[in-house]
């Protein structure tokens, strides 16, 4: 059974950081990409974040390029989202997913979700 934990999200002033990690269980991590979304209140999921098996990271969304990196530890099963210079924009609920299957390449069907992790940029 795939589980997908994050965690670190909370209250940041603009400009601020933070870093939310994934924990994931359940799936040979090393083989699969693994990607973050987002979901602001009354809009759409975002696709944030996409980072390959192979460590090859790509950016989907053009207001995070330069501010936000993706990164994972395949020993210890994680997965990171550092974000820089926080704004107002970027409060939303954080999700960690994984795709329904390893390797291959994007695009991806992304079936495996966690709970999600609220971040919220005050001005």
């Known amino acids: 059974q795939v589980q997908l934990v994050e965690s670190g999200g909370g209250l940041v002033q603009a400009g601020g950081s933070l870093r939310l990690s994934c924990a994931a269980s359940g799936l040979g991590f090393s083989n699969f990409a693994m990607a973050w979304f987002r979901q602001a209140p009354g809009k759409e999921r975002e696709f944030v974040l996409e980072?390959?098996?192979?460590?090859?990271?790509?950016a989907y969304l053009d207001s995070v390029k330069g501010r936000f990196s993706i990164s994972r530890d395949n020993a210890k099963s994680m997965v990171y989202l550092q974000m820089n210079s926080l704004k107002p924009g970027d409060t939303a609920v954080y999700y960690c997913?994984?795709?329904?299957?390893?390797?291959?390449?994007?695009?991806?069907?992304?079936?495996?979700w966690g709970q999600g992790t609220q971040v919220t940029v005050s001005s």
């Open positions: 997913a994984a795709p329904s299957k390893p390797w291959g390449r994007p695009p991806r069907e992304y079936a495996y």
């Open positions: 980072i390959d098996w192979d460590n090859l990271s790509t």
